[in-house]
C-alpha cells in the first residue's frame, strides 16, 4: 500500500491601493506580521520531490570516458514518512542492483 501527499506552496503579494486612479502600488508586507506571510506552504502526508540534473566539468569527463551516463536524479523526501520512504527506496534499489 502506498500514499500521496502534496505541498502546496502560496506566494503573497500585498497591495497598496491608489487614492488618485485605480492603480496598485505592490508593497512589501512588514517581516514579523504573522498575519501578512510571503509564502505560506500546507503539507499533505509525506513528500517526494525529484530533480535532475547533469555532472559537468572533470567528474563529467571521467564518467563519459568510462562509458558512464552524466545525468543525476536526486530525490528529496519530506513529511512524516520520509525517512522510512528514503530506506524502502535504498533496499528496492539494491536488490534491483
Do not use: C, H
Request: glycine share 8%; proline share 6%.
Amino acid at each position: 500500500a502506498g500514499s500521496l501527499g502534496f505541498e502546496e506552496v502560496v506566494d503573497w503579494e500585498y497591495y497598496q491601493p491608489s487614492l488618485v486612479n485605480n492603480e496598485r502600488k505592490v508593497v512589501e508586507p512588514p517581516p514579523f506580521d504573522p498575519n501578512a506571510p510571503k509564502r505560506t506552504r500546507e503539507k499533505s502526508g509525506s513528500i517526494v520531490r525529484i530533480f535532475r540534473g547533469e555532472l559537468s566539468g572533470k567528474v563529467a569527463s571521467m564518467a563519459r570516458s568510462r562509458g558512464l551516463d552524466i545525468r543525476v536524479m536526486l530525490k528529496e523526501f519530506s513529511g512524516e514518512s520520509a525517512v522510512s520512504l528514503a530506506r524502502a527506496e535504498l533496499e528496492t534499489l539494491t536488490k534491483i542492483q
